[in-house]
């Protein structure tokens, strides 16, 4: 499954609208009932609006119903060449808080090898009312 969700992210990239960063991400989001859904990074020129390809997948997931997640792919790059491991920012990591348990899985990937760390572990004391 993995593999699947990192391909999906990577197709995801692919519709990045990054022209101010030139860094391109895409989100493949895994339900528990084994949906997926993806996401890009969506710029806008007075950056606060700008949206992460996580964020999308899950405001996507979220607005069809869906609240019950496994385990998120992100994959991204300069000019969309993967290179390094991408992880996601602070303000994604909050949004998977709201939705998903400390076991949620975060899949990445330089290209070559594949990471799998636990929300946990990337947010280890998150805000929860």
């Known amino acids: 499954m993995k593999i ?3 391909t999906k992210a990577y197709e ?3 519709h990045s609208y990054s022209p101010y960063s ?7 989001l895994l339900t528990k009932d084994s949906k997926i859904y ?10 606060s609006p700008t949206c ?3 964020r999308t997948a899950f405001f996507k997931a979220v607005s ?3 609240k019950d997640f496994k385990a998120i792919a992100i994959v991204g790059g300069k000019g969309g060449e993967i290179t390094d491991f991408c992880y996601p920012c602070g ?9 998903c348990d400390g076991d949620f899985e975060i899949i990445t990937t330089d290209a070559k090898e594949i990471k799998s760390h ?3 572990e990337l947010l280890p004391e998150s805000f929860k009312i």
């Open 64 to 66: 069809e119903g869906e």
């Open 38 to 47: 993806t996401g890009c990074n969506i710029e806008n020129s007075a950056f």
């Open 52 to 54: 992460c390809a996580e």
């Open 118 to 120: 636990t929300l946990k």
């Open 4 to 6: 699947e969700l990192v």
């Open 22 to 28: 030139g860094f391109r991400v895409g989100a493949a």
């Open 12 to 14: 995801a990239m692919k």
């Open 91 to 99: 303000v994604c990591r909050q949004v998977m808080a709201e939705f």
